[in-house]
């Protein structure tokens, strides 16, 4: 079955220590996209990726990082620099950038 | 610039009646319109999507929604809920010139039997 996959499902990190979410895709999508998701504020965009070794930042990028290294991953490393951490983070991928978006189970992150 | 509107936070209905759910939008270019729908602890999946052509789309598990330009509204609606419709949406804008997914804030629909 072609799809996204997060993983881990649930994480959790104590306050300084950096943590990478990986997301893999079986689409052959071309571009991928992190997002975190807060109650009650919708979803915002963190970085997004056209291409591989392509990256540019979103909405709310600063304490995040990414790599795209392969077109099937795109891992997302939340540093100790991001103040609140603490949030549901989805990842999508389409099959270019005006296409709709395909979005994997989630990570949900807490710091503990 | 773009930005989406989902006028009512949660919408608590009994099974079997009627739902609408409103988002309205702006944008300084022509948009695609996406709903979404968000199980707890889960991803999203989509619904509908506008891309162009006739104004009423029709999506998956019984949706549909409106675009309407002059309004600048894409009001999903479903004309008898189940127990199973219980879940968050989202209605989301992508400005075609942009290639940005702007989504709302999400409307939290509750079946009650």
């Known amino acids: 079955d072609g799809g996204i996959t997060q993983s881990p499902k649930y994480l959790f990190r104590k306050e300084g220590q950096n943590v990478t979410l990986s997301c893999e895709q079986n689409l052959n999508h071309d571009a991928m996209y992190w997002y975190r998701q807060d109650p009650g504020q919708g979803l915002r965009l963190i970085y997004y990726?056209?291409?591989?070794?392509?990256?540019q930042k979103g909405d709310i990028a600063e304490g995040y990082s990414v790599s795209r290294e392969k077109k099937e991953s795109f891992p997302l490393t939340v540093t100790s620099a991001q103040k609140n951490p603490t949030a549901f983070y989805l990842c999508a991928s389409s099959i270019a950038r005006y296409n709709e978006q395909f979005f994997g189970p989630g990570t949900r992150l807490t710091v503990l | 610039a773009q930005s989406v509107t989902q006028l009512d936070s949660q919408v608590p209905v009994f099974e079997e009646a009627p739902v609408e759910l409103r988002c309205n939008y702006s944008?300084?270019?022509?948009?695609?319109l996406f709903w979404y729908v968000q199980y707890p602890n889960q991803g999203l999946q989509l619904l509908l999507k506008?891309?162009?052509?006739?104004?009423l789309v029709k999506g998956i598990n019984g949706f549909e929604a409106e675009f309407n330009k002059s309004q600048t509204s894409f009001h999903l609606r479903k004309p008898s809920v189940h127990i199973s419709d219980t879940a968050e949406y989202f209605c989301?804008?992508?400005?075609?010139?942009?290639?940005?997914?702007?989504f709302g804030q999400g409307t939290i629909l509750t079946v009650h039997p």
């Open positions: 944008s300084s270019v022509s948009v695609y």
């Open positions: 989301a804008v992508m400005g075609t010139s942009y290639g940005k997914l702007t």
């Open positions: 990726s056209q291409i591989v070794n392509d990256f």
């Open positions: 506008y891309l162009s052509g006739s104004t």
